[in-house]
């Protein structure tokens, strides 16, 4: 099942990735040109799911590759940080990923990680998700600590998007 990671540059996508893969958080930002991916096998009440984890570059001139990279996503995670700006930014993606013509029907379901949840001054994932209108979740992608957090998260998304095939 394809897993798409959308989110403006420094946002935290790969470290959110690499969370997932058990690797150890990279606290230097390197930035993602072009496409990376990750594998990961997911337990859930309804079976195992091989996810492919795509990780897009936020980069402004990789936009016009946006419908093409979505193609088949079976879950959109879009990664915010959770500063008032960003999450401004942000909704603009949402927007767009609501308003896109979808290439077939690919049924794709959209959530949110509200991310540098320990940054002071930062909104609450409520709040973020007021602002966005979806699903959103607090998340620290640094954090060894979130790693089964984080799974927990997919587990119930995944489940989501099984059920409703
Ligand atoms: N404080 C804090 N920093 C983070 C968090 N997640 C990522 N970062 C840092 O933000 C920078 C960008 O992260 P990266 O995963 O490369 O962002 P990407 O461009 O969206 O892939 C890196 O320096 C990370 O260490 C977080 O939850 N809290
Ligand atoms: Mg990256």
Redesign the pocket.
């Known amino acids: 099942m394809k897993v798409a990671?959308i989110?403006?540059?420094?946002?935290?996508?790969?470290?959110?990735i690499?969370l997932l893969l058990g690797k150890a958080?990279?606290?230097?930002?390197?930035?993602?040109i072009g496409l990376n991916f990750g594998q990961k096998m997911i337990k859930s009440m309804l079976g195992e799911h091989e996810l492919n984890l795509w990780?897009f570059?936020?980069q402004k001139n990789f936009w016009p590759m946006y419908n093409s990279y979505l193609l088949n996503t079976r879950l959109c995670i879009v990664?915010t940080?959770s500063t008032p700006t960003g999450v401004l930014k942000t909704k603009m993606i949402i927007d767009w990923l609501n308003k896109r013509d979808d290439n077939g029907g690919d049924k794709m379901r959209i959530i949110a990680l509200a991310?540098?949840?320990?940054?002071p001054g930062v909104m609450t994932a409520e709040r973020v998700a007021n602002v966005l209108r979806c699903d959103t979740y607090p998340?620290?992608?640094?954090?060894p600590l979130q790693r089964e957090n984080v799974i927990e998260i997919l587990k119930t998304n995944i489940e989501q998007v099984v059920k409703v095939e």
């Not at 989110?7 to 959110?16: E, H, R």
């Open positions: 990671f989110g403006y540059p420094k946002v935290g996508k790969t470290s959110m690499n958080p990279q606290l230097e930002y390197r930035p993602t990780d570059g936020g990664v940080d991310n540098k949840q320990d940054l998340v620290v992608a640094i954090d």
